[in-house]
Nanobody, 125 residues
Framework: QVQLVESGGGLVQAGDSLRLSCAAS????????MGWFRQAPGKEREFVAA????????YYADSVKGRFTISRDDGKNTLLLQMNSLHPEDTAVYYC??????????????????WGQGIQVTVSS
């Protein structure tokens, strides 16, 4: 069992930056591919970014490419999402997720086994 806890969200203005963290429990964090997803009010949960267990393979949604950076610190069991040049349309609840079966990253939320509780990111215009 893996527990994931997100932190670092908040209210910012358009153009600002935020860094989200996801702290994972357990000793097998380094074996899991990890991902970030988000869900805006009235919308489906959508893929944001994912990283392989080794950190060598990374995927981004087109909407965040060039602005967001996903990374992992296996020594601290932490997944990070650096978000720059935030837009109002980035407003959503952000979730981190772990895939216990695969080391390669997946963009499909259904592939992930463990989820954090989510954290609100609000970007004002």
């Amino acid at each position: 069992q893996v527990q994931l806890v997100e932190s670092g969200g908040g209210l910012v203005q358009a153009g600002d930056s935020l860094r989200l963290s996801c702290a994972a429990s357990g000793r097998t964090f380094s074996n899991y591919a990890m991902g970030w997803f988000r869900q805006a009010p009235g919308k489906e949960r959508e893929f944001v970014a994912a990283i392989s267990a080794s950190g060598s393979t990374i995927y981004y949604a087109d909407s965040v490419k060039g602005r967001f950076t996903i990374s992992r610190d296996d020594g601290k069991n932490t997944l990070l999402l650096q978000m720059n040049s935030l837009h109002p349309e980035d407003t959503a609840v952000y979730y981190c997720a772990a895939d216990k079966y695969r080391r390669i990253p997946m963009t499909d939320a259904a592939r992930y086994d463990y989820w954090g509780q989510g954290i609100q990111v609000t970007v004002s215009s």
